[in-house]
């Protein structure tokens, strides 16, 4: 089973600041296969990313994915007062099967 | 407009049994897959199982295997999610989510449900 590893565990910044989270594969991941997601407490979680770096339907351009292999990564240029959530990273394997990072939380410094 | 509409939150004691639904409208609900996601409290997520509306082909994690059961009934576009004996640790919030690429058991979670919170506690 491909394990997926993010860093940070929690990113303080300020608004107007860029975030860059990291997720890294056990084993080499396709990129067709990489997605990112935001939750916000209370919510459920919203798909942001697909493909590794095609943003889903209404997702502002200021969030982008990027990677291949095994290190992906999410950047948010110039954080928004609504973009302080936590951010998850997940992949799609064979059977099917998927597993996600265990997050990255994004809070207001 | 894609939408995934859970039913409410739930309390019930361990050994109960506890049926929670989805219903799906906005899109054609026997051409995607749905899958369930399981969120124990203040943790990550965790896929439970998918079904297909259009012929019920159901697969499941191995993990959950066994400890719940999932259905569908294509006439009122609506899955469901059941457990015969609830546990304490099956306490979490459960989502139903589209997945994002038509016939397809695989790919990106794109549509989610509002989620059902489940209690169990004696």
């Known amino acids: 089973e491909i394990v997926l590893t993010q860093s940070p565990g929690t990113l303080s910044l300020s608004p107007g600041e860029r975030a860059t989270l990291s997720c890294r594969a056990s084993?080499?991941?396709?990129?067709?296969?990489l997605a990112w997601y935001q939750q916000k407490p209370g919510q459920a979680p919203r798909l942001l990313i697909y493909?590794?770096?095609s943003r889903a339907t209404g997702i502002p351009d200021r969030f982008s994915g990027s990677g291949s292999g095994t290190d992906f990564t999410l950047t948010i240029n110039r954080l928004e007062p609504e973009d302080f959530a936590v951010y998850y990273c997940?992949?799609?394997?064979?059977?099917?099967?998927?597993?996600f990072g265990q997050g990255t939380k994004v809070e207001i410094k | 407009e894609v939408q995934l509409v859970q039913s409410g939150a739930e309390v019930k004691k361990p050994g109960e049994s506890l049926k929670i639904s989805c219903k799906g409208s906005?899109?054609?609900?026997?051409?995607?897959?749905i899958v369930w996601v399981r969120q124990m409290p203040g943790k990550g997520l965790e896929w439970m199982g998918i079904i297909y509306p259009g012929d019920s082909d159901t697969r499941y994690n191995p993990s959950f295997q066994g400890q719940v059961t999932i259905s569908v009934d294509r006439s009122i576009s609506t899955a469901y999610l059941q457990w015969s004996s609830l546990k304490a640790s099956d306490t979490a919030i459960y989502y139903c989510?589209?997945?994002?690429?038509?016939?397809?058991?695989?790919?990106?979670?794109?549509?989610w449900g509002q989620g059902s919170l489940v209690t169990v506690s004696s």
């Open positions: 906005g899109y054609s609900f026997t051409g995607y897959w």
């Open positions: 989510v589209r997945l994002g690429v038509r016939g397809v058991p695989g790919y990106y979670f794109d549509y």
């Open positions: 084993q080499s991941v396709s990129s067709s296969y």
């Open positions: 997940q992949q799609y394997g064979r059977s099917p099967t998927w597993t």
């Open positions: 493909g590794a770096s």
